[in-house]
């Protein structure tokens, strides 16, 4: 009894190979009933025959246009006249420094997450300036900052605030 079983599922496992054999079948049955196809010759070859682009000979046309077009003498377009005195005026303007105090309020433009302000303000809450404890803190460091990372998020949030959050 169950060595029937082997032979059937032995069956089973090659019934896939069959049925890809039937489909190949078909397509070349297909391309058989096709009048004027050729066995013997090439696909392309025979696509050609019948009068079909591939899509080789459309790519070739394009390249053929491009390369003479490439060999064409270039045309040139007319522009504006500029005197030089007008092109080292854009220079200046375009090499010119930012006054100064546009230049400090990028500066001290500070950008901070509200996570890291609220992590900021707890940490200085319970530490004050400890950077070290602070660091060894994982409940309220919840980034991992280290002691140094604390120190400059402290120094930013008070270039953006002005002010440190009060101690307890």
Same mark, same amino acid.
């Given at each position: 009894?169950?060595?029937?079983?082997t032979?059937?599922?032995?069956q089973k496992?090659h019934?896939?190979?069959?049925?890809?054999?039937?489909?190949?079948?078909?397509?070349?049955?297909?391309q058989?009933?096709?009048?004027?196809?050729?066995?013997n010759?090439?696909?392309?070859?025979?696509?050609?025959?019948?009068?079909?682009?591939?899509?080789?000979?459309?790519?070739?046309?394009?390249?053929?246009?491009?390369?003479?077009?490439?060999?064409?003498?270039?045309?040139? !377009?007319?522009?504006?006249?500029?005197?030089? *005195?007008? /092109? $080292?005026e854009?220079? %200046?303007?375009?090499?010119q420094?930012?006054?100064?105090?546009?230049?400090?309020?990028?500066k001290n433009?500070?950008?901070?997450?509200?996570?890291?302000?609220w992590?900021?303000?707890?940490?200085?809450?319970?530490?004050?300036?400890?950077?070290?404890?602070?660091?060894?803190d994982?409940k309220?460091n919840?980034?991992?900052?280290?002691? !140094?990372?604390?120190?400059k998020?402290?120094? *930013?949030? /008070? $270039?953006?605030?002005g %002010?440190c959050?009060?101690p307890?």
């Amino acid at each position: 009894m169950a060595r029937r079983k082997t032979v059937k599922r032995a069956q089973k496992s090659h019934k896939h190979l069959f049925t890809r054999n039937k489909k190949i079948n078909k397509t070349q049955k297909e391309q058989n009933k096709i009048p004027g196809w050729n066995k013997n010759i090439s696909f392309t070859q025979n696509l050609s025959n019948l009068g079909m682009n591939t899509g080789y000979q459309i790519n070739q046309k394009i390249t053929d246009e491009l390369k003479q077009k490439e060999q064409a003498p270039q045309q040139y !377009i007319e522009a504006e006249e500029i005197s030089i *005195d007008q /092109i $080292k005026e854009l220079q %200046k303007q375009a090499t010119q420094k930012l006054p100064q105090e546009e230049v400090e309020k990028k500066k001290n433009k500070v950008r901070m997450n509200i996570d890291d302000e609220w992590a900021v303000e707890a940490l200085v809450k319970k530490y004050k300036q400890d950077w070290e404890a602070m660091k060894r803190d994982h409940k309220l460091n919840t980034f991992q900052w280290t002691a !140094i990372q604390c120190q400059k998020k402290y120094n *930013d949030y /008070i $270039k953006r605030y002005g %002010k440190c959050p009060k101690p307890q």
